[in-house]
């Protein structure tokens, strides 16, 4: 079974031009799919590019919580129709993100509620970013509800307690480089209670970037030393770690996916 990296920014500016020789090292290293998140206008047009010239790539499309300071209806209308395109599987990163002040609170709630609202007209799951903001995500959420479809909390970075929560809420739990850390012992506990049919890995590339990697930019071939640190978390082999995780992914995106890398 191949790795899946359910979470990577292939369609920033930092990979452009080298695309290709970024997936033959994902390839090397294991990677067989990769989930393309796009959040701006930009960037979900890159990712509706690369998806539809790779099978073995999806699309991931939604409006960032910094970036919802420009949301209105004709980035709505666009997306509408950019989810019910064959290679779309799932709307995001929605979410909330107190660390950049590129967009108000109010303005960055308004959105995030509407795209939920969103992805549950076109019956897709939806992948939140939350950062220094986990009291009001999973207010949010909780007030919302998910999708029928389901979710991801994107790059978990909090401790087993707030894992439960959203894990209590139907959430599936992705884990990146950040569980490989020096410091984040509590990430590591929640990744060590989270059940294994709600475990998932990613980049985050180009951002994140793993131990041993630290430093460097992130790719997708790194996301092979996540699913390393998660099979010493569980006592399970890599290989027990793909499977579960890639069958997992499968499953919450509804892709069988026509070949892999």
């Known amino acids: 079974m ?29 990677v067989g799919f990769l989930a393309v ?4 206008r930009p960037t979900i047009e890159r990712s509706l590019t690369l998806s539809q010239e790779h099978k073995h790539l999806i ?24 989810l019910e395109l064959d290679r ?10 107190y660390h950049w002040d590129t967009s108000p609170k109010d303005i960055q709630a308004k959105v995030f509620r509407r795209q939920i609202a969103i992805a549950k007209e076109h019956n897709l799951p939806i992948t939140i970013h939350n950062r220094e903001a986990t009291k009001d995500c999973y207010r949010i959420l909780k007030e919302e509800g998910l999708p029928a479809a389901g ?13 439960k ?11 990146s480089g950040v569980v490989t850390f020096k410091k984040t012992e509590d990430v590591r506990q929640a990744a060590a209670i989270t059940p294994l049919d709600k475990l998932l890995i990613e980049t985050d590339a180009p951002y994140l970037a793993p131990v041993p990697m630290r430093g460097k ?35 919450l995106f509804n892709w069988q996916p026509e070949e892999e890398a």
């Not at 979470?7 to 452009?16: D, G, I, K």
């Open 2 to 30: 191949k790795l899946f990296d359910t979470h990577t920014h292939l369609n920033v500016s930092q990979f452009h031009g080298k695309e290709e020789e970024y997936l033959q090292r994902a390839k090397e290293a294991g």
């Open 165 to 175: 929560r959203f894990l209590d809420l139907g959430m599936h739990l992705s884990f």
């Open 37 to 40: 998140v796009g959040f701006d």
């Open 217 to 251: 930019q992130n790719e997708p071939a790194f996301v092979k030393y996540v699913a390393e640190k998660l099979a010493e978390v569980r006592n399970l082999s890599v290989e027990e770690v793909a499977r579960i995780t890639s069958e997992n992914a499968f499953k």
């Open 88 to 97: 779309v599987k799932m709307l995001g990163e929605i979410g909330l993100d």
């Open 59 to 82: 699309s991931v499309v939604g409006c960032h919580p910094t970036e919802t300071i420009y949301y209105d209806q004709t980035f709505e209308d666009d997306l509408h129709k950019w």
């Open 151 to 163: 979710g991801i909390m994107h790059s978990f970075g909090e401790g087993p307690e707030e894992a």
